[in-house]
């Protein structure tokens, strides 16, 4: 069952992908979606036998897969609780977006291609949260990073589709290298890389030290900063965030997929499954939770300025993955698990909300160009409305359990260490923000009066002059031509609901985002836990968060409830009551109006660090190198030589008998001449 669960995906993407020219579009789509949820039932079979009642096993497939020197890999798959949970979410959110990319996409003349991307992506996925190895998880985190490129880029003759899909690519790989670092550390300290084997040997190399870059470092430190290195990438954490925006480029399901349940969150899920070696790291945690305080903070504030409906919930994502590493760094590592499963629900409940959202409005992404939409597509707002309510933390919803239980193991950890204070201090803040720009998205969409009938569907300049703000480029070409590269025309102005297929995964997703929280608690970080997470995760003698953040003053648990309720007074003040505030706000404030506009210049910034310098150095070597030197001496200059030759040599065949008489006669008066003076010696 475990190997159907990984592998029916696979078939999927190759059926679809060699075959799909035969079997058409329609039969990819049911193909790749049945077999999805397929692989999704046996998910949520397994969870409920190793998460409730069963014993963690796995399941040798290739013995021997590679061998080098005394590296010796097999493929097996590891299935525990933690294999399970991700396995639930991972094939759960990529049914539900199979399915409703069928009505998203049915226009699209690519759909045989496009599906066949999404299973292979969900292959990878499956491939890296079932790994026994460090081989085997990097198959499926290259995997992934490979599939997301293929997706971001799906529309491949859009210019800024192929500078997002690149820019992926590049800034993962500068993850990725730390991540293999990581890999060579582990086996240099261990002699393996199977988890049994380096989970056994890991209390031994604590305060164990290695000799490198020219001085002695904590090898256990340094290991783990190598392996966060390489989720900083893959989950676009501070500094290796930028990819992540831009990857709003691709089609919305895409974007949910991303976002929500899968390639985000594998950095998550590979420090929280290596946590024997980050257990024996405490400096290494200490980054893990300033580099996800910082991103939660850092993501939040972005996200009050955005105008773009899908990169406001793109930097939501960014600064709940900030949330799930401070879960983690603080050594609840059940706690950052536990908010991974519930975001996993009601953040891709509202990337598909968006999609329909975009649908009705015709492509249109920007919300100035919106308003009133609640009575013209009531479903569609209701289900935005229920993923809105459980990512800004209203009780009894799934974030309030998961986001407001890191906030208060924060507050725990804070009295031991001065991380875990500037932790709790960030994402409190970020609280606030959160609930202020996941509101204001819902205003400005949902409320007021519907500013879609004075302006063209398409135009995403006409409310920037209204609003006093020059276009930046999230406001010029980052329509979602998704679902249908077809025009729908100016003339359907009208918003509609969406499809069945579009709006089913909107009622599945909304139970999970106001149920899963109230229903999982108990065993994710409540009374159950050690017995559900058995040895899946590990804590060490010392860690007690889980115990310690129940004994916090009470004004800490009141203290998300009160920073959600005050962003969304904020925000119904400033959509609702008084529209005209922001626009002073953002005239008064235009320095930091247009810094938070342009994500902290970090764009800019690595553009004049990095991507300028490599390509001079580029053009150098290949204009000054390759061209100048290399080509102009060798297979360039030694051609011009002999062109140069043979055109000196060709004007002596001129084709008159007395120029060749004329030659033949110097000819021989030189040979005689030389015979003459050789004969005098």
């Not at 904590?218 to 930028?242: E, I, P, R, V």
């Not at 025309?489 to 089913?504: C, K, Q, W, Y």
């Amino acid at each position: 069952m475990v190997a159907a669960i990984v592998f029916l995906p696979l078939l999927g993407f190759l059926v679809a992908g060699l075959y799909g020219r035969w079997i058409g579009a329609r039969g990819s789509e049911i193909l790749t979606t049945t077999l999805l949820f397929v692989s999704c039932l046996f998910s949520w079979i397994v969870f409920a036998r190793i998460g409730f009642s069963g014993e963690p096993f796995s399941v040798h497939l290739l013995s021997n897969w590679m061998t080098s020197g005394g590296l010796r890999v097999d493929w097996a798959l590891r299935v525990d609780t933690l294999t399970a949970v991700m396995l639930v979410v991972v094939t759960t959110v990529s049914s539900l977006v199979h399915l409703y990319s069928i009505g998203y996409m049915h226009e699209d003349p690519s759909r045989q291609r496009f599906f066949a991307y999404l299973s292979l992506f969900t292959f990878a996925m499956l491939s890296l949260v079932t790994a026994d190895n460090l081989a085997q998880m990097f198959f499926g985190w290259e995997g992934v990073g490979l599939a997301s490129y293929l997706l971001i880029g799906f529309w491949y003759e859009k210019p800024s589709a192929n500078a997002a899909a690149i820019k992926a690519f590049v800034v993962n790989r500068v993850g990725d290298f730390g991540f293999a670092l990581g890999i060579f550390m582990v086996f240099l300290l261990t002699g393996s890389i199977s988890f049994d084997t380096i989970f056994a040997a890991a209390p031994g190399l604590a305060h164990k030290s290695i000799h490198m870059f020219g001085g002695d470092w904590d090898a256990m430190t340094l290991t783990c900063l190598l392996l966060f290195m390489g989720a900083m990438g893959k989950s676009a954490q501070f500094l290796l965030h930028t990819w992540l925006p831009d990857a709003m480029e691709g089609p919305t399901p895409v974007s949910a997929l991303i976002h929500a349940a899968t390639m985000v969150t594998a950095g998550v899920f590979m420090v929280a499954r290596l946590s024997p070696l980050f257990e024996q790291a405490p400096d290494a945690l200490t980054v893990v939770t300033i580099i996800g305080a910082t991103t939660a903070f850092f993501a939040a504030t972005i996200g009050l300025v955005q105008n773009d409906i899908k990169r406001v919930i793109a930097y939501s994502t960014c600064s709940q993955l900030g949330y799930m590493f401070v879960g983690l760094g603080v050594g609840g590592y059940s706690l950052g698990i536990f908010h991974l499963f519930t975001h996993a629900f009601f953040k891709a409940l509202l990337f598909l909300g968006a999609g329909s959202v975009i649908h009705a409005r015709h492509h249109e992404q920007d919300m100035r160009n919106m308003g009133g939409l609640a009575k013209k597509i009531p479903i569609t707002f209701w289900c935005m409305t229920f993923g809105t309510l459980a990512l800004t933390g209203f009780p009894l919803t799934a974030g309030y359990f998961s986001k407001d239980a890191i906030i208060e193991a924060s507050y725990a950890a804070g009295l031991h260490g001065q991380a875990a204070t500037y932790a709790f201090v960030m994402v409190v803040l970020a609280a606030g923000m959160t609930s202020f720009y996941s509101w204001r998205l819902v205003f400005m969409t949902f409320f007021g009066k519907p500013r879609w009938e004075q302006a063209d569907p398409r135009d995403a300049h006409a409310m920037a002059v209204a609003h006093h703000d020059a276009p930046s480029e999230e406001d010029a070409g980052h329509e979602d031509h998704g679902h249908a590269h077809g025009d729908h025309g100016h003339h359907a102005l009208d918003p509609h609901e969406s499809p069945n297929t579009m709006m089913i995964p909107l009622y599945v997703l909304s139970i999970g985002a106001i149920f899963a929280g109230l229903a999982f608690k108990d065993f994710f970080i409540g009374h159950d836990s050690a017995e559900f997470w058995r040895t899946s995760l590990y804590f060490g003698p010392e860690n007690h968060i889980l115990h310690e953040m129940h004994e916090i003053p009470e004004w800490v648990g009141t203290l998300p409830f009160l920073m959600m309720l005050g962003g969304f007074i904020l925000a119904a003040y400033m959509y609702i009551f008084s529209p005209e505030t922001p626009v002073r706000l953002a005239a008064r404030f235009n320095p930091l109006y247009k810094f938070l506009l342009n994500k902290w210049y970090f764009d800019e910034l690595y553009d004049f660090l990095f991507v300028r310098p490599a390509f001079w150095l580029g053009r150098l070597f290949w204009k000054g190198g390759d061209g100048a030197i290399i080509d102009r001496l060798g297979p360039d200059g030694i051609a011009a030589r002999v062109v140069d030759g043979a055109s000196w040599v060709v004007k002596l065949q001129t084709g008159y008998i007395y120029n060749y008489a004329f030659a033949m006669l110097i000819g021989l008066a030189a040979i005689i001449t030389w015979y003459l003076v050789g004969g005098v010696h």
